[in-house]
C-alpha cells in the first residue's frame, strides 16, 4: 500500500524540481538563522542564491557529527525555542549526546513519513500495532508512535522491556504488526518460546526493524522464529527519526529513502567526492523540510549504495542498500577504499550464508597486503584440496574484481577467528603497530 | 559396496593431527587408515575409523569442519605390479582416481587401499569384472 500516491510515486523530473525548491528554501533559511552554517558558507565563498541546480549542493561543506557536539545542545536550531514542541537526543555513548528539535509541523512531517513507511511494510489502519521500539529521548518509540496513529492503526506503546508482559500483550491483544531493534525481536522469540508461546499462534503478518545494523541471516533468523515478514527501516535523529527510509513488501530490495523530504548522497569518505549511482561510499542527508533542525549534508558514517532503477511497487524514489556498516571500519589498502562489509557480501555470495571472516592488513616492503581468513563451514568443504583451493582462488577473483584488490585468500578452521562478544573481530591492521 | 570415510580440514598449526586422533581416542574410536594431503596452510586428514557416527560426534563437537564421502576400498595383490594392474583396469575404463591411500590393516597376502573414484559405481563393476575384491564396509570395520 502506498500512503501517499502522489509524493510517492511522483516522476523524477517533478521530484526533483520539488527537491531544488526546497533545497534552496532550506539554505536559505539555515544561511539567516544558524551561525555556524553562514560561517560554513561564508568561509567556502558560496550564497545560498548560488545553488541553482541540485549537483550545486556539492559544493556545500559536509556538516559532521562534531559539529553537532561542538553546537550542543541548541545550537544548531535554526528557530527560536517557542516555535520547539519536541527535542530528542542519542544516547551520547560514543561522546557527548547530540540533540535534535521539532517544530509542530516538522512532527506533522515526520509522523507523515512514517505512516507511509508502515504502509510500505503492509500496515493499514485496519492494524494493532506492537511498538516494542524504547520511548523517550531515543526517536525509535515515539516516531513509530505518531506515524502509526497518522496511518489510523491501533498501536500498543508497549516500549522495550518487561519482555515477559509483552508476551502475554502479543498473546491476548493480537498485534499484527512489530516494530522493534531486530534484536529486541530475537530476544521477544526466546522469551515467547521460554513461556511456551509459539509465533505460529500469534498474529503478526510483518515486522519493521530497524535502529541498528542487521544482517540478511538475521532476518533469516527473525521471519523464521518470528513468523513474520521482516522489512527494514533507516533512519537517524540527525536526519529526523525511524522513516527516512524503508524497504517495501513487493520488491523488499534497498530501502526507498523519502526524497521529496531529504535528498540523499554517496561520497568517497576519503576525498569527499560525491560518486555516482551504483557504488558503494558513505551516505550523506540533506533534509529540505524540516524546520526546527534542518541539516545540510551530514555525513552518516553509513556505508551504502543507491539505486534509482525503478521499483515494482511504483515508487519512484531511490532505493538505499540495506546500511552494511560504518566509514569507521574502512580500511585503505594501496590506496582503495575497502569496507569489510564489501568482503562479507562477496563471502556471502559465495557461500549463501553469513560468513565469519577476518581482514588481516600487513605492510610487506612498503606495500600493503591483504589477507581474507574465511572459516571453511560444512557446506563448502570437499575432500579434496584441489576443490578447497579453487574455493580459495575463486574468492581471491571476486574480490580483485569486485574491490580492485589483490588479497590472499586463507580457509581456516571453524571458531577459529577470535570473536568478542560473540562477534567476530574482523579486522586485524598491522600497519598501525 | 562403497565405504565411508570421514575427512577433517585441519589448518597447517603444530599438534593439529594429534588433536584429532586425541578426540577419537577419547571417544573411543579405533582408526583404520587416515591420510593426510595438505597445502602450505591446510590440510584434508582422511580416515577410515570403526564408528563413523561416535567419530563425526566426537570431532564436531570439537568445532571441527567433517564431511563424510564415499570411497571404494579394494584389495590389492602384494606382489610386484599388484596395483599397476589395479591402475590399468581403471585407466582403461577411463575412471579417474582422486586420491588413494594404503589401509593399515593386510589380510593374507592382500593389502588394502582406498581409492576415490570419479565414478565409484562403475568402478566397483570393473574392477569386480576383472576379478578383484572390493571390500564392503562392514567387512572393512571388521577388519
Ligand atoms: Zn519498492
Known amino acids: ?433 | 559396496m562403497q565405504a565411508e570415510q570421514i575427512s577433517i580440514f585441519i589448518e597447517n598449526k603444530a599438534g593439529r593431527i594429534s588433536d584429532v586422533t586425541g578426540i577419537l581416542a577419547d571417544a573411543g574410536v579405533n582408526i583404520r587408515a587416515l591420510a593426510v594431503a595438505d597445502t602450505s596452510d591446510f590440510g584434508v586428514l582422511r580416515l577410515i575409523v570403526d564408528n563413523n557416527v561416535k567419530a563425526e560426534e566426537a570431532l564436531k563437537k570439537a568445532g571441527f569442519t567433517v564431511r563424510k564421502t564415499k570411497v571404494v576400498a579394494v584389495k590389492v595383490e602384494d606382489r610386484p605390479g599388484g596395483l599397476h594392474s589395479i591402475l590399468t583396469t581403471l585407466k582403461q575404463a577411463g575412471i579417474n582416481v582422486e586420491y588413494m591411500y594404503a589401509f593399515i590393516q593386510q589380510t593374507g597376502d592382500k593389502a588394502i587401499m582406498i581409492f576415490r573414484f570419479d565414478q565409484p559405481e562403475e568402478a566397483i563393476r570393473v574392477l569386480t569384472e576383472k576379478g578383484v575384491t572390493v571390500v564392503d564396509e562392514r567387512t572393512l570395520s571388521t577388519l
Request: glycine share 8%.
Open chain 1, 1 to 433: 500500500m502506498i500512503f501517499d500516491i502522489e509524493y510517492e510515486t511522483m516522476p523524477r523530473e517533478a521530484l526533483e524540481a520539488i527537491q531544488l525548491k526546497r533545497l534552496q528554501a532550506t539554505l536559505s533559511r539555515v544561511y539567516a538563522t544558524v551561525p555556524f552554517y553562514r560561517k560554513k558558507l561564508d568561509d567556502a565563498g558560496i550564497l545560498p542564491g548560488d545553488v541553482k541546480t541540485l549537483k550545486d549542493l556539492q559544493r556545500i561543506p559536509f556538516t559532521t557529527k562534531q559539529d553537532l557536539r561542538d553546537n550542543y545542545p541548541f545550537g544548531m536550531f535554526a528557530t527560536p525555542m517557542a516555535n520547539v514542541v519536541r527535542i530528542h537526543a542519542s544516547s551520547g555513548t560514543t561522546g557527548q549526546p547530540t540533540v535534535v528539535g521539532y517544530t509542530a509541523r516538522d512532527i506533522d512531517t515526520w509522523a507523515q513519513l512514517m505512516a507511509r513507511a508502515l504502509s510500505a511494510a503492509g500496515a493499514t489502519r485496519g492494524d494493532i500495532i506492537h511498538n516494542a521500539y524504547g520511548y523517550g529521548l531515543f526517536t525509535g518509540g515515539l516516531g513509530v508512535h505518531y506515524g502509526a496513529e497518522k496511518l489510523g492503526a491501533s498501536v500498543i506503546p508497549v516500549s522495550g522491556g518487561n519482555t515477559k508482559r509483552q508476551v502475554i500483550i502479543m498473546r491476548d491483544f493480537k498485534p499484527t504488526i512489530m516494530t522493534a531493534t531486530p534484536s529486541y525481536a530475537l530476544h521477544l522469540a526466546e522469551a515467547a518460546e521460554e513461556m511456551g508461546v509459539s509465533f505460529k499462534d500469534l498474529h503478526f503478518k510483518a515486522g519493521v526493524f530497524g535502529a541498528e545494523p542487521w544482517s540478511e541471516d538475521m532476518r533469516l533468523e527473525i521471519e523464521r522464529k518470528l513468523d513474520l515478514n521482516a522489512l527494514d527501516i533507516y533512519g537517524l535523529s540527525e536526519v529526523m527519526g525511524p522513516g527516512v527510509s524503508i524497504e517495501c513488501t513487493e520488491a523488499k530490495k534497498g530501502l526507498h529513502i523519502f526524497e521529496d523530504h531529504f535528498i540523499p548522497e554517496i561520497i568517497n569518505p576519503n576525498t569527499g567526492e560525491a560518486l555516482p549511482y551504483g557504488e558503494t561510499g558513505e551516505l550523506v542527508f540533506t533534509t529540505i523540510t524540516k524546520e526546527a533542525f534542518p541539516i545540510i549534508r551530514y555525513r552518516t558514517r553509513d556505508i551504502t549504495t543507491l539505486n534509482p532503477e525503478p521499483c515494482i511497487c511504483g515508487r519512484t524514489h531511490v532505493r538505499m542498500k540495506k546500511v552494511s556498516g560504518r566509514t569507521d571500519d574502512m580500511l585503505i589498502i594501496r590506496g582503495v577504499n575497502v569496507f569489510p562489509s564489501q568482503i562479507e557480501s562477496i563471502l556471502m555470495q559465495v557461500e549463501e550464508v553469513e560468513p565469519h571472516y577476518q581482514l588481516i592488513v600487513d605492510r610487506k616492503d612498503n606495500l600493503d597486503t591483504l589477507t581474507v581468513r574465511v572459516e571453511i563451514g560444512e557446506k563448502l568443504f570437499s575432500d579434496e584440496v584441489k576443490k578447497l583451493q579453487e574455493l580459495e582462488n575463486r574468492i581471491s577473483k571476486d574480490i580483485k574484481e569486485t574491490l580492485g584488490v589483490s588479497a590472499k585468500v586463507q580457509l581456516a578452521e571453524p571458531k577459529t577467528i577470535a570473536r568478542s562478544e560473540g562477534k567476530a573481530t574482523r579486522v586485524i591492521d598491522n600497519r598501525k603497530k
